[in-house]
């Protein structure tokens, strides 16, 4: 297992579309563990395979409370089949946007579908919590990020931020 480096804005490769999943081979299974210790070490609570560097329409995400137990989701070729509602997702954050969190509207209730790493069909009914962190985790799988969907004066402000950053490198 390896912890893998995290892709973080503005690069480019985060805004393309993934390609699907054909093959759950070993390379997958590999990739799945990793992606998974990598995101337990950051810590995260969903991490897509673009994030890691992988043009795949895979992600992994465990919003189990920290004094349970984990519980790693995977989910692979997911399609938001239904949503409905709206909610403020209050101080989102993003391992690819580092410090930095910003309210996004969501959608509350959506239907996903998708598979396993076993390739056995999901179909998840979410809403609140874990509505929003598929909703995000998809939304990488798109090519779309948290600051995207938040007004241009709040991205500007990040923008800026991160260009100051780069030039003190
Ligand atoms: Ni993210």
Redesign the pocket.
Known sequence: MAILEIVTYPDKFLSQPTQPVENIDGKIQDLIENMAETMYMEPGI???AI?VGINKSLLVYDVSAKDEKRSLHVLINPRIISSEGSILSEGEG????PDFRADVKRSAAILVEGVDRNEKPLRIEAEGFLAVVLQ??ID?LNGI??IDRISSLKRGMYKRKIQKNLRKK
């Not at 993003?94 to 946007?97: A, F, K, R, T």
Request: proline fraction near 0%; aromatic fraction near 8%.
């Open positions: 969903g991490l897509a994030q993003c391992l690819s946007v995000h985790e990488h990020l948290f």
